[in-house]
Nanobody, 126 residues
């Protein structure tokens, strides 16, 4: 169906920035919504951001609103997560995910997502 590969994670100091990328293959990229989730050690996976097929509708967790920006380039089959003003609490494995059942609507629920990448580690030092 859909394969996802994340990149761009790493170690950054508090206040710094990172941009994550997620390259998709398989089904036509512009036919489904995409999201980013994260999982910190000892915690459950949580929603970070999502957008619809065109990128016109975006949603963010309150904890990242104003600091993170999700976007997509359908010509490059890629979704991005620009992360600014990073704090230690942002440390986690970040996963991109594809919601193959939604086109214009966007889900914030992980169980609505059908395909997942392998994850990329983001570590923010204080």
């Amino acid at each position: 169906q859909v394969q996802l590969v994340e990149s761009g994670g790493g170690l950054v100091q508090a206040g710094g920035s990172l941009r994550l990328s997620c390259a998709a293959s398989g089904r036509t990229f512009s036919t489904y919504a995409m999201g980013w989730f994260r999982q910190a050690p000892g915690k459950e996976r949580e929603f970070v951001a999502a957008l619809n097929w065109s990128g016109a509708n975006t949603y963010y967790a309150d904890s990242v609103k104003g600091r993170f920006t999700i976007s997509r380039d359908n010509a490059k089959n890629t979704v991005y997560l620009q992360m600014n003003s990073l704090i230690p609490e942002d440390t986690a494995i970040y996963y991109c995910a594809a919601d193959l059942e939604h086109f214009s609507a966007v889900s914030l629920l992980s169980y609505d997502y059908d395909a997942w990448g392998q994850g990329t580690q983001v570590t923010v030092s204080s």
